[in-house]
């Protein structure tokens, strides 16, 4: 530190030598000045701290405000009566039978009667008001429990979307009819529900249960969130062991030459890439070269398993490190094996701090969009995939699918995706946090 | 049988050669011999010698038979159907894998069928061979080890240098990750060179891959599609810009603040608030900003009568400074805390102010680590991808404007990619050498970044 030995104070002018008084008054001048710049200095701190826990508060309210209505839908309740010959023609109760019958003209009669609608523009205004996805919901409810045919049931379906909104408000009454996607005769009758008591707000099961679709109302996220987890199982099963295995390996066995030292650098230098040059690497290598289909969680894990191995492989190697050398030498000590030390000892004792890594490497790939888009992940998948090599979709693409719907609708349920999004990926941080502070041992 | 049902009997076979190893040991240190190791040696090594390369042979043949059965299925084609002008092989071997996969559009010609029909019947054959080494190979394997079992057989040694193997192959995949992303991007990169040449690419002011259809329908045209990139390199510039300006104020100031002035609670208060914003997925920041900051950027220049584009690079970069800026903030506070507290002491000792400490003495001791952390962060802020192509839009704008529609190499990377191609045209090539490029800078980035710590870092002690 010899260089720093003539650091001048600051606000002092290190003209020569200076009387203990000169000094003393320069200094009590110059001290209101100073304690001014102090404030400043540090109200530029807090004003930084407040600006980004403000930036925080307006995306999580943004987010909330229109996420948590899009929880829950508009339904209507409907006396249907389920006529056994018009819904069943075949009589077997067979999927086809009940495709081939007539479940929306059961839904019509109903609608029809509790609005009164008449005529040819009437009654095409009043079938606009249900979704499309009530007969699929009636077809349902008879192949659940045949002996409701014959009889007249209480049903609730989910309204259309563009009623949706406009009960909610979004479409104005004022609004000129010509420019409004919903004619006053619509309005009439949806007011003629309200008053009757039909209609209800409530959790919207189609958000959970539903899949994708391009009607807004139907549209869920059950067929993502299974592709999110088939996605992310694949992630897990390779990205975990390959991960502890090269960090054990470069940490404790690894000799010290040039193969080794490139991997190190490698190591780093991979997790600097973009993640969206890993998509690239799934589209040439995998689906270009070896021919695999596309849109399939197989290779959307082992995409994002190469892309958080990074994360995995420097976090364990922190926590290997963190295990005292002094378990090592006990264990050599008592005749045990290079490897045995390590598989016996200090694998164990470093766990936890390679699970917190983990954890995190998995919020990661579990967030993770660009590279599921060029692997073809972003195709539009009604069914839900029910192995690794079925087409699917994950949450984050179908966040940005959805983004992309004019229908106001689709913004609230896209929020609410996001909600349960930031819910899975804070749980997940939490518990990494949770394993961090109770299981890992200080030493 | 399907490749998954043979890797479970390959792995009961070598669970049956462990269970066998484990007992023939037992049993002979029963009898009164001594044995090199532990008994469940003798059988994790019957057991890993059956299983291990018979699982390695199939995974190879798994991937291996696509792209045998793939020359195979060319030799289908008919000469006169290979002599077209926009014969492409990748088309035609979609076409097989559709009629082999069951699915019809319409009347395929002869030799499409007999391909696809050959195909299955390779399939089968694959099939049969897959199962047929791989078990052959289980039992083979662990026979051969079981014969090798002999009281003073190391076979813990053996077992040992098996697990080192796998560990040392583990270790491989990053480097075989590195060389998958070269070859992927190189490759087509250069064949894109081949069509356009390199200084166009680097130097050409029109970014317009639009009309590559009407080129390959004959019009003859070469010139009406361009691939002068500067407008997308302005334009990641550009966004990168006005993020930086929103991440490194912020971030490095609450950094000083948390390090130097918090209160140990404030601290454990803010900090974990502030790295819940690194937490949040990239698309919901595109989501935020696409849906509320650009509405509202342009509703607010319209008030103060400036015309703001509806996805402007201003509404990006400020959005993508957020993401950052606990990036930022975590580096610096981690640089900030390097700065041993002897430093901040001796002046304090000659009478400074605090913030004169940090701003005379804290502040130069970690300027190396606080340049290589914004370094970082502009390599985060071009590589960024879904907050540009859910905000920032195409329009391939040549504009320093913040309120302009500007678009980036990651958003035209991705629009390039993403669904449908046109096989092995210009302008799907394009996207590689973007990668490609792209790859280069956040790297190139990366390094000065290290250097810088390397060289100016002062070592305390």
Known sequence: ?443 | MNSFSVALAVLLIGFVYFILGTRSAAAARQSGSRLHSLPHHYGLYAGMMASLPALFALVVLAIGDDIVFNTLALDFVPDAVKAEDNYKEVIVLAQIANVVAGINFGEQPQWVNDAAAAWLGWADTSRLIKTMVAIGLAAGGGFLATRQLAPDFRSRNAVERIIMFILGASSVIAILTTIGIVFSVVFESMRFFALVPVSEFLFGLTWNPQFEGAERAGSGQMGLATYGSVPLFAGTFLISIVALSVAVPVGLFSAIYLSEYASPRVRAVVKPLMELLAGVPTVVYGFFAALTVAPFLRSAGMNLGLDVASESALAAGLVMGIMIIPFVSSLSDDVINAVPQALRDAAYGLGSTQSETIRMVVLPAALPGIVAAILLAVSRAVGETMIVVMAAGLAANLSLNPLDAVTTVTAQIVTILVGDQEFESAKTLSAFALALTLIVITLGLNFIALQVVKKYREAYD
């Open chain 1, 1 to 443: 530190m010899t260089d720093r030995q003539d650091m001048t104070t600051p606000g002092a002018k290190s003209d020569g030598m200076m009387s203990p008084d000169v000094a003393a008054r320069r200094v009590a001048a110059s001290i209101g000045g100073r304690r001014q710049r102090e404030r400043r200095f540090k109200s530029y701190g807090l004003i930084a701290i407040g600006i980004a826990l403000a930036f925080l508060v307006i995306l999580f309210a943004s987010i909330f405000s229109k996420g948590i209505p899009g929880f829950f839908q508009h339904y209507v309740t409907l006396e249907v009566t389920l006529d056994r010959a018009k819904l069943d023609p075949a009589g077997d109760l067979s999927l086809q039978s009940l495709y081939d019958g007539d479940a929306r003209g059961a839904i019509r009669a109903a609608l029809y009667e509790a609005t009164g609608a008449s005529g040819r523009s009437g009654r095409k205004a009043a079938g606009k008001i249900i979704s499309q996805g009530a007969e699929q919901r009636l077809r349902k409810a008879v192949i659940d429990d045949p002996s409701i045919l014959g009889t007249t049931q209480s049903m609730v379906f989910a309204v259309d979307d563009d009623v949706d909104s406009f009960l909610r408000g979004f479409i104005s009454r004022d609004t000129p009819e010509a420019d409004r996607r919903i004619n006053d005769k619509m309005i009439g009758y949806i007011d003629q529900l309200v008053a009757d008591n039909r209609i209800e707000y409530a959790f919207s099961d189609y958000l959970i249960f539903g899949s994708a679709s391009r009607n807004a109302e139907m549209a869920g996220i059950f067929g993502a969130f299974v592709g999110s987890m088939l996605t992310l199982s694949v992630c897990l099963v390779l990205a975990f062991p390959l991960g502890v295995a090269t960090a054990v390996y470069l940490e404790e066995f690894a000799p010290k030459n040039r193969l080794t030292e490139i991997i190190e650098i490698n190591i780093n230098n991979l997790a600097a890439v973009p993640s969206v040059v890993f998509g690239i690497l799934g589209l040439a290598i995998f689906i270009g070269i070896f021919g695999m289909p596309r849109s399939i969680p197989l290779i959307g894990g082992v995409v994002l398993a190469l892309m958080t191995l990074p994360t995995i492989i420097i976090s364990s190697r922190a926590a290997i490190r963190a295990v005292p050398p002094s378990i090592r030498d006990a264990a050599l000590g008592v005749g045990a094996s290079r490897m045995q030390t390590m598989l016996h000892h200090v694998v164990p004792l470093a766990m936890p701090g390679m699970l917190t890594g983990t954890i995190i490497g998995m919020a990661q790939a579990l967030g993770e969009t660009a590279p599921l888009l060029m692997i073809g992940m972003v195709a539009f998948i009604v069914d839900v995939p029910g192995s690794v090599t079925d087409p699917g979709t994950v949450l984050p693409v179908q966040i940005f699918m959805w983004a992309d719907f004019a229908e106001r609708m689709f913004v609230q349920k896209t929020s609410a995706a996001i909600i349960v999004l930031l819910a899975f990926l804070i749980s997940m941080n939490a518990a990494a946090i949770f394993i961090r502070k109770k299981l890992e041992r200080r030493w």
